[in-house]
Every structure is written in structure tokens, then in C-alpha cells.
């Protein structure tokens, strides 16, 4: 278990100048965590380089960007992408003739999950092959960034990969009732997580998720090397979860969201992190905050946490400075509802003893129960239906907050970390904001 050590300070400001280079491994879609990096990359001069994870075609076969989604997706990065297909996982692997996972999966039924099995051998072969085949990539991308990087950058690689939930429907009925089912369609994490359904996202997850960082650090360091050679440093970060200090009771408390099943892949990151600075090498897990996005919308109950971070910033920034963002935050609720009933509620539900007699650090990640699935899902229920317009929600305007001061963080920490994982917290991010580091945030 790695030691929880949060950030304490703000970090010195980094040496990244115009001609360096962030390298964001892991395509960018849509607005999340890796748009913070970006944008701060762009704010301090340095030229931005993205990959893609390609595209399947309807026979299934991996391809790089053609044209038309090439010009689409480097507008949304707002630079330059190595069209290499850098698709994790194993999936969609056919070895020896046998079909892929996502194959066998095709007429799997979702009343069936907990009899569904596959064979080890198989499943082992399908994950060499989709290692060899991403690792493969990754020689490609680096071989093509050696004629991009100018002599004398620093180059900062972004690790944005996450996920790897096998591309199959029996999947999406499954962890919607992990995930959000209450009464009869609530389902246990921990039984889901121990059946062989359960094991193989397990598998897919450490692939996806934790394992791309280890192999981006083998194959780059050539790069690496290169880059030091010329004068340049060469840093690495990827993005974290396990748990996060917010403001419960007027204290600042570590808590989690529950399931994150998740998270032994996120451990194993952080393991691959200390491995690598253990040799040398600058790479640190920064675990962030919640946030609310579209790939996060399956996870509800996530977002409550995030609304404490609103009181946060009154702490740590002042009336003043926080003055706006209340009034911004206000503007969205119904009419008669106020945002202090609002953190009231929330705040009730992160100090639950229900809650507390289930998160525990050492015993991170812990598996749902059908009281505390009922009570979260009921409390994000309540918390959202005094919105006036689902489409224009507090926890996202904090979510933008927290991707924007993350990226911020963690660019100027990369310079010279002081760890190989690090928590990201409400206190950290609200300290920034009232510094003028964290101007244009807000």
C-alpha cells in the first residue's frame, strides 16, 4: 500500500520554456482531466504533441485517423497528432484462430454473468498479443517523435490512458446495477468483482490502465536518453485515483468513492511510478480529485464530493475571490434552493457513519453495500434535482476547476517531484486559486 502523502505546498514554478515539448499518450476526447495539462502546456510556450488510440473498422480491424478525424481530433487537441494507433487492452484479440473476448461475448446474456468463464490460456495469449501490439506503437511513435523534438528540449510524456472495460453489451446492464442499481437491481461489487466476468475486467483494467505507463517508460527510453544528452529533462506523469481529502465537518478528510473497482489497477500504477523513480527515472502518479465528465456519468454518487471544494475555496481564497464563483454557482439552482442547503446535504452524506464504517485507507478499495448504494444514490438524486437545468450543473463548473489547477499542479510539479505518487486535494487546489499562480482558474 503506497504511503498517503498528500501535497502540502504549491509547487515552484517549472523551467518549461517555449520549444519544449508535452507529449499527452492517451488521446484527448471531449473535456477531462488531460485538457488541464494542455492548456497549461500551451500557457508556458511548449508545443503540443498527441497520439491516437486509431479507430476500429466494422471488421474490426485497428487503423490509423483518416483525414477528416485526424483534422477533427488535432482541432480539439489544438496541435499536432502522431497518427500511430495507440489502442490499449486485448480485448479484440484473435489469437490462433480462436475469436476475441469481445467475440465470445457477442450472445453472452447479462442474467448469466455470474456462470460466464473463459480459458486462462486464452485469455493470457490474447494479452501478449495485445501488449506486443500496443508496445509495438509505442516504438513507432517514438521513432517518429526523434524527428519532432527539437535538440535541447525537455519533454514531459502524459499519461492519459484509464479504463478498459471489455467493448461487449453484456458489460453496460452489468455495471449500471454495480454501479447505480438499488432494490432488486442492485448487484455487489464484490460479487461481480469475483466472478470470471469480474476477473477478466480486473485483467483488462492493470492492462489498460496501469500497464501503458510501464511500457511507455521502456519504450521511450531512448528518447529519454537523447533528451538528457542535449541538456534536456525528461519527465513523466499519470493521473491517479485513490481517494481525496474535501471538506467534511470543517476538516479536511480523506475519503473515497465506493466501488471504485478500479482501483487495484490505479495501485499498480502508482507501483509502476515508484519502480521507475526507484531507477532513476522522474514519473509520478498524481492521484486528483473527483471530477464529473462524460465517461465518468456511469459512476453517479461521484459528484458528491466534489461540491465541498466550493466551501474550500471560501476558506483558503476568501469571501472575495470566491464571491463570483458562488454567485455563478447559485445562478444554476432552482429557484428557492441555496447553495448552503445544498453543501449542507452533501457534507450530511460524506460524514455518514454509514460511509465511515466502510472507508478505510488501508483497506482501499472497498466494495458497495445495498445500504450505502441506496444512501449515495438517493443524496446524488436529491443534490441534482435542485438544479434548474441538468445541463448546467455545479459539480461540473467545479470539475473544470479542479481538471484546470490539476493540469496546473502537476505540469510545474513534474519539474522536480518529490515523490513518485502524490494526492492532489480540495485544500491544495483551493491554496492555488488564492495564489497568483492559479490566476485565470477561477
Known amino acids: 500500500m503506497t504511503e498517503y502523502r498528500p501535497m502540502s505546498e504549491l509547487p515552484d514554478t517549472a523551467g518549461y ?38 479507430r476500429r473498422d466494422s471488421n474490426g480491424a485497428l487503423r490509423a485517423l483518416n483525414g477528416e478525424e485526424l483534422a477533427e481530433a488535432e482541432a480539439l487537441l489544438g496541435g499536432t497528432i502522431i497518427n500511430v494507433p495507440l489502442e490499449a487492452g486485448f ?5 490462433d484462430g480462436e475469436p476475441s473476448v469481445a467475440e465470445q461475448l457477442k450472445k ?10 473463459f480459458n486462462d490460456a486464452f485469455i ?9 501490439r500496443f508496445r509495438a ?37 452489468l455495471l449500471n446495477r454495480v454501479f447505480k442499481g438499488t432494490g432488486d437491481k442492485f448487484l455487489s461489487s464484490g460479487a461481480f468483482w469475483e466472478s470470471d466476468i469480474g476477473r477478466l475486467c480486473d485483467a483488462s483494467f492493470n492492462e489498460v490502465t496501469a500497464d501503458t505507463f510501464r511500457y511507455l517508460l521502456e519504450e521511450s527510453a531512448g528518447v529519454r536518453e537523447r533528451v538528457f544528452a542535449a541538456g534536456g529533462l525528461a519527465a513523466y506523469t499519470a493521473y491517479g485515483y485513490h481517494g481525496t481529502a474535501v471538506l467534511v465537518g470543517g476538516d479536511y478528510r480523506w475519503q473515497s468513492y465506493v466501488p471504485y473497482v478500479q482501483g487495484w489497477a490505479k495501485m499498480r500504477l502508482e507501483e509502476i511510478a515508484a519502480e521507475a523513480s526507484a531507477g532513476g527515472v522522474s514519473a509520478t502518479v498524481f492521484n486528483c480529485p473527483e471530477i464529473q465528465t462524460n465517461s465518468s456519468a456511469l459512476f453517479l454518487g461521484v459528484e458528491i464530493s466534489i461540491y465541498p471544494l466550493l466551501t474550500a475555496i471560501r476558506r483558503e481564497a476568501g469571501d472575495a475571490a470566491a464571491a463570483p464563483l458562488f454567485e455563478r454557482c447559485q445562478g444554476m439552482l432552482k429557484e428557492g434552493e441555496g447553495l448552503g442547503h445544498l453543501l449542507e446535504r452533501a457534507d450530511d452524506y460524506l460524514a455518514s457513519p454509514l460511509l465511515a464504517g466502510i472507508l478505510d485507507y488501508s483497506g482501499w478499495p472497498q466494495h458497495n453495500t445495498r445500504e450505502q448504494a441506496e444512501l449515495m444514490l438517493s443524496r446524488s438524486a436529491e443534490l441534482m434535482g435542485m438544479h434548474a437545468d441538468q445541463k448546467r450543473l455545479v459539480c461540473a463548473e467545479l470539475s473544470r476547476i479542479v481538471f484546470l489547477a490539476t493540469g496546473r499542479l502537476m505540469v510545474h510539479s513534474s519539474w522536480n517531484p518529490v515523490a513518485p505518487t502524490l494526492w492532489l486535494n480540495h485544500d491544495l487546489i483551493a491554496r492555488l486559486l488564492a495564489d497568483s499562480r492559479g490566476e485565470g482558474i477561477l
Not at 124 to 132: C, D, H, I, N, V
Not at 138 to 163: D, N, R, Y
Open 91 to 95: 480485448d479484440m484479440e484473435s489469437v
Open 137 to 173: 506503437a509505442l516504438a513507432q511513435l517514438m521513432k517518429e517523435l526523434e524527428t519532432v523534438i527539437p535538440a535541447g528540449a525537455s519533454v514531459l510524456f502524459a499519461h492519459s490512458m484509464a479504463g478498459g472495460i471489455p467493448r461487449a453489451r453484456v458489460f453496460m446492464p
Open 124 to 132: 493470457a495469449a490474447a494479452r501478449a498479443a495485445g501488449t506486443a
Open 17 to 54: 520554456k517555449k520549444g519544449d515539448v508535452l507529449v499527452l499518450v492517451g488521446e484527448l476526447f471531449g473535456r477531462g482531466y488531460a485538457n488541464g495539462l494542455v492548456e497549461e502546456a500551451r500557457r508556458l510556450g511548449m508545443t503540443v504533441i498527441g497520439t491516437t488510440v486509431g
Open 108 to 117: 453472452a446474456r447479462p442474467d448469466d454473468w455470474d456462470s460466464i468463464c
